[in-house]
């Protein structure tokens, strides 16, 4: 019967709630343990991590985002009984990846678990037929997303208010610039209505978050909607690993470092990803500049939706309904709320030895989300799909777009933060 219930809460707004949940039970004394995965040696990751305590631990770990996961499910409308059966598969493959990422010499090169989680799910969604109930019980951007409101709790609010500001304007300056440079190029390699405005705003926004506003405000195919999201994730994979590495061989200052990578990445959780392999600093600021973006979807949205109304639309049976200012707010990414919250309330209300106490959980619980989504977006990705018979032109389209995205977002990323420090 649950495979049959239709969306009940909007998933932005789901988030926000399995988020706040999170944080209070912490708060009210269900601290998790961390589990321990760090090990040298066989003998002691035998010894360490896979002991009867730290195995018990993990178990622990896994209830707890169990229930969480299923109650996701419950209240988008989605399969309990798929996720029942989805979760713990996703949720082993990310352990193992956590063990690799675990391993001193792993983690002598930087590489964090991640990226381990992400190639895992890549070999095994490309090499093996998964089931269909497999992948559509998967929820990524779920997963994603609760990691962020996670986030805000280490994120305090002075440091929103000192980037913030310029954050928006480097928001807007990219945004602009990108949007349009991506349109224009679409239109020369000849690339199709609902593809090119998909594009654009997956390159020059926030990736797979645009791209979904903008098949909305379009009522746009979604074959090509689902193309779309993949030449965002498959792009987001070398971004995120090489980038830190070209910003640390140059010496590019952490804020700076943070700009750039938080305006020219497209998915949240690969800026996340890339902005931890540099440093709390880069991370931090990469967050905000991400969001500063994420705040403009609605008004994008908005936008797109009316000029397609009156551009693809003309007035007759067919016109559409016209766009309302309430489609700002339908396409306001709600998770935004959630880690706006969680950063107010940590920065104000929470007392800092009570802080102290429970930071090491929310940040082990935190990087699980993150490594989990990472799970699911290789277990959900075809590389298949960027090489088909039609695809050329739109994925060329999108890597020069993505590239020019690089080059001005750095340029801008130095001349608005090279002295700013968070």
């Known amino acids: 019967m649950s495979d049959q219930k239709k969306l009940v809460v909007h998933e932005d707004w789901v988030v926000v709630i399995l988020g706040g949940l999170i944080i209070l039970l912490t708060l009210t004394g269900i601290v998790l343990t961390v589990p321990a995965f760090n090990w040298k040696t066989t003998d002691e990751l035998s010894s360490a991590v896979l002991s009867a305590g730290n195995l018990q631990i993990i178990l622990i770990q896994f209830l707890f985002v169990l229930v969480i996961s299923a109650l ?20 082993a493959l990310t352990i193992i990846a956590l063990l ?9 090169l930087n590489l964090e678990a991640v990226i381990f989680s992400l190639a895992i799910g890549l070999a095994i969604g490309n090499f093996l037929k998964l089931p269909e109930w497999l992948k559509s019980s998967l929820s990524t951007e779920l997963y994603v997303k609760i990691g962020l409101v996670l986030l805000g709790t ?11 500001s310029l954050g ?18 679409c239109k020369k390699l000849k690339v199709d209505d609902e593809l090119t405005m998909m ?9 797979v978050s645009a791209a979904i506003a903008t098949s909305g405000a ?5 074959k090509k909607l689902s193309y779309v999201i993949s030449m965002v994730l498959i792009t987001a994979i070398p971004m995120m690993i090489f980038m830190p590495y070209i910003a640390a061989y140059f010496n590019f ?6 700009a750039w990578l938080g305006g020219s990445i497209d998915t949240t959780g690969a800026v996340v990803a890339s902005g931890t392999l540099v440093g709390e600093e880069a991370l931090k600021i990469s967050t905000i500049v991400k969001f500063s973006q994420n705040v403009l979807l609605g008004i994008a949205a908005f936008a797109i939706s009316v000029y397609w109304t009156y551009t693809k639309h003309p007035a007759g049976k067919d016109k559409a309904s ?25 920065s104000f209300f929470v007392s800092p030895e009570a802080n102290a106490a429970i930071k090491g959980s929310l940040k082990n619980l935190q990087g699980l989300w993150f490594a989990l989504a990472f799970t699911s977006i290789g277990l959900e990705t075809n590389f298949k799909d960027l090489f088909g018979k039609n695809s050329k032109k739109p994925f060329y389209a999108f890597l020069i777009a993505q590239g020019f995205n690089v080059i001005i977002t750095l340029i801008i990323a130095f001349l608005l933060f090279n002295k700013t420090t968070v």
């Open 253 to 258: 200052p952490q804020a700076v470092t943070g």
């Open 168 to 185: 928006l304007i480097q928001a807007l300056v990219v945004v602009l610039s990108v949007w349009y440079f991506a349109f224009w190029l």
């Open 72 to 91: 996701g499910a419950l209240l988008t409308g989605k399969s309990i009984v798929g996720n029942l059966k989805t979760f713990p598969i996703v949720y």
């Open 199 to 207: 594009i654009s705003s997956a390159v020059s926004i926030c990736g």
């Open 154 to 164: 280490s994120v305090i609010f002075s440091d929103i208010l000192k980037a913030g």
């Open 322 to 346: 016209k766009p309302t200012l309430k489609v700002i707010w339908e396409r306001f990414p709600k998770f935004v709320i959630g880690f706006i919250g969680a950063s107010l309330l940590f």
């Open 218 to 222: 379009i009522k746009g195919d979604p």
């Open 100 to 108: 690799l990422a675990g391993n001193a010499q792993v983690k002598a």
